[in-house]
């Protein structure tokens, strides 16, 4: 078998060597090179064409966001991101690298005990995110070339009640593909945004405080009690660690198992919508690895709620999208740059034929 190629982009020697002692473990996975900076990152990356890249945030010359930028734009490679930085403007640059296309964040090891179970994750999600496969996300700003044409349909005549909310879900690759979504509601924008995103701790911290400056509208981590109907047009994001629940119009808080490994859960917040408003919901289903957010898709789709996955052709990881679509839960399958206008012609007409 072909082992994994890793290039490992740390400016800490002795972490860089750490890194790459604890691959070298690993038989399926081969270190192809070694990088201090950004810029050698990049060079390195366009010269050896590696499986999977390492990044920390934190690099002389060129910092690793903006190593990412240029590797996701001109030789898309899947990017762990590997870093300590915990402070808001730090958190805010891998945010941003999230959004440029990195697919996951591990926190550096914190030299303990701990040691051998971050180890073992370590070389997981190598492998994990070796087998996905990346966009280029410069295209995809500018509209991703070779798409299928997008047949029509109407939206069953049993959903033409006016909508009161809107459910959103993703995972891996989410940041950005949030953003896409809610750059392109109008604002003010008739209904509240109800968010669950896959996204670890401690890195989730300052997520809702960045989304909300890509956007007009109001991002905030849900407080519990919250009152959804006195919020139009602005984002309620589960907060880290915590399921999402909505319940006679008000959000609420639990710490309740997990569903899928996940805490918070796109099925969990999906089925309460179902419950709560039925067809009058809208429901979509984003890019992510795993099936989070499939069955409950489903749920707001038999309630008569109006649903949408992500297609595969825009999805990072078509895992919980695809999920959904083997089981009948989507009315429409969209690519990411249909999904926004799509939802302001469901807010402002009911009644409205659109691209699925």
């Not at 896409?180 to 809702?208: D, K, N, Q, T, W």
């Not at 949408?308 to 839960?329: K, N």
């Amino acid at each position: 078998m072909t082992p994994i190629r890793v290039l490992v982009v740390e400016d800490s020697v002795t972490v860089r060597r750490y890194l790459c002692e604890i691959l070298s473990t690993d038989r399926e996975i081969e270190v192809v090179g070694e990088a201090s900076d950004g810029k050698q990152a990049i060079q390195l990356c366009q010269s050896l064409r590696p499986d999977v890249v390492t990044m920390d945030m934190m690099l002389p010359v060129m910092t690793g966001l903006g190593a990412t930028e240029y590797i996701m734009a001109h030789c898309p490679t899947p990017i762990l991101i590997v870093s300590s930085s915990t402070n808001r403007g730090e958190l805010f640059k891998t945010y941003e690298a999230l959004a440029a296309g990195a697919v996951e964040i591990l926190e550096k090891p914190q030299g303990d005990e701990t040691d051998a179970v971050w180890e073992r994750r370590f070389l997981a999600t190598i492998k994990l995110i070796s087998r996905v496969r990346v966009i280029t996300h410069l295209r995809a700003r500018l509209g991703v070339l070779g798409r299928a044409p997008t047949a029509r349909m109407a939206e069953p005549a049993a959903t033409g009640r006016r909508r009161q909310v809107i459910a959103l879900g993703a995972s891996t690759g989410g940041p950005g593909a949030v953003v896409e979504i809610l750059r392109a509601l109008p604002s003010p924008f008739p209904l509240p945004v109800l968010l669950v995103l896959h996204i670890a701790e401690p890195f989730g911290a300052a997520f809702a405080d960045w989304l909300d400056g890509q956007t007009a509208h109001r991002v905030s981590y849900a407080r519990d009690g919250d009152l959804i109907c006195d919020r139009p047009g602005d984002v309620l994001m589960a907060p880290p660690d915590v399921h999402l629940v909505v319940r006679g119009g008000r959000v609420y808080l639990n710490n309740e198992k997990e569903r899928h490994s996940c805490r918070p859960s796109v099925d969990v917040l999906f089925e309460s919508v179902a419950r709560e408003y039925g067809p009058t919901a809208v429901a979509c289903l984003l890019t992510g690895m795993g099936r989070d957010g499939a069955a409950g898709l489903l749920e707001v789709r038999r309630a008569g709620g109006f649903t949408i996955a992500q297609d595969e052709a825009t999805s990072v990881v078509y895992g919980m999208p695809r999920e959904a679509v083997v089981l009948g839960a989507a009315d429409a399958v969209l690519p990411l740059h249909e999904i926004g206008p799509a939802l302001v012609t469901i807010a402002s007409h009911p009644k409205e034929v659109y691209g699925s």
